[in-house]
Nanobody, 126 residues
Framework: QVPVVESGGGLVQAGGSLRLSCTTP????????MGWFRQAPGKEREGVAC????????GYAGSVKGRFIISRDNAKNTLSLQMNSLKPEDTAMYYC???????????????????WGQGTQVTVSS
């Protein structure tokens, strides 16, 4: 069983919205900083958004700031990414990842994260 499981991807028209969710069936969710990453064909994996263990701190890539919102519910062991005003360039495989090393805050560097899901595809049509 994979440590992290994503859901909620799909096909949407430009300007639309999608909500991604992530759970950690094998991990103690509340002790992990969490992040969303994406990778388009032929491109490097990039950090999209991250959130600290408590949820008090968040970080966003410049390309999604103001459009995406990351949140977590530690009582329900759930991480979410609300994606609004989607653009064709947001098309990618989206991954959820968990970081147990950072004591506070969060990182947008994928090198910081140890546990990954298998990804969920997001496709935005023009």
């Amino acid at each position: 069983q994979v440590p992290v499981v994503e859901s909620g991807g799909g096909l949407v028209q430009a300007g639309g919205s999608l909500r991604l969710s992530c759970t950690t069936p094998r991990l103690t969710f509340a002790v992990y900083a969490m992040g969303w990453f994406r990778q388009a064909p032929g491109k490097e994996r990039e950090g999209v958004a991250c959130i600290s263990r408590s949820g008090a701190r968040t970080g966003y890539a410049g390309s999604v700031k103001g459009r995406f919102i990351i949140s977590r519910d530690n009582a329900k062991n759930t991480l979410s990414l609300q994606m609004n005003s989607l653009k064709p360039e947001d098309t990618a495989m989206y991954y959820c990842a968990a970081d147990h090393r950072v004591p506070d805050g969060c990182s947008l560097s994928w090198l910081q994260y140890d546990d990954w899901g298998q990804g969920t595809q997001v496709t935005v049509s023009s």
